[in-house]
């Protein structure tokens, strides 16, 4: 069965060649992440709209597009409704799915990476979900070839050391400075970027599985 709802978009980010769209339904205590996927696709082709953007789906009431994802439903028809801050969004991010620990995030056992250095990996048939937020206490950016890799300490004492940033609007804005090296770009994001988020009120971080 179908119904018209409605999603507060919280994130856009890059799947491949398309893109992969993450939104919160209100429900009657609070909000939890779904991901409308268009018929017949596995991610949007583009996605006209942005982050905090309210938008009307013509989406399925139960799960099913993927094997894993349980945030999953077959979506059609999107309508832009209006739109809220950063300030509400992130708000609405608080009163969703929340970890404060590693191990919350997906409510499973991290694994460390089979090749060895500092990324992480989560067996998707262990997940209960694949979307979380967390509070960080910092953040810090890598910069390579067409890819950037950022590592968080969470407020719990963890670290998350090499995490995709897989952000549509974010990788948007670093290929402005398209002219600047990457040990250029790395510097200004550490510094003048990393100021920004560790001084905002709103600083709160997203996680998903692949």
Known sequence: SRGMRELLI???????AGLCVIGLERRKEGYSSLRPIPHGLTAWPQFPYYRADRISFDLSLS????EHHCEDRRAGNPR???????GELVGCLRQA???????DLFGCDVHPSPRGGPAVYVNPVDARRSVCGCKINSVSFRFYTEKIRVALALESGETLDSLPVVD???HAFAKRF??????RLESFFNSFIVDQIMSSPIRFARIGLA
């Open 168 to 170: 549509r609007d974010l």
């Open 80 to 86: 832009l409704v209006d739109s809220v801050s950063e």
């Open 63 to 66: 799960p099913g597009v993927t």
């Open 10 to 16: 919280s994130e856009i980010t890059h799947m491949k």
């Open 97 to 103: 799915e929340v970890a404060n620990s590693i191990k």
């Open 178 to 183: 398209d002219d600047e090296s990457q040990g």
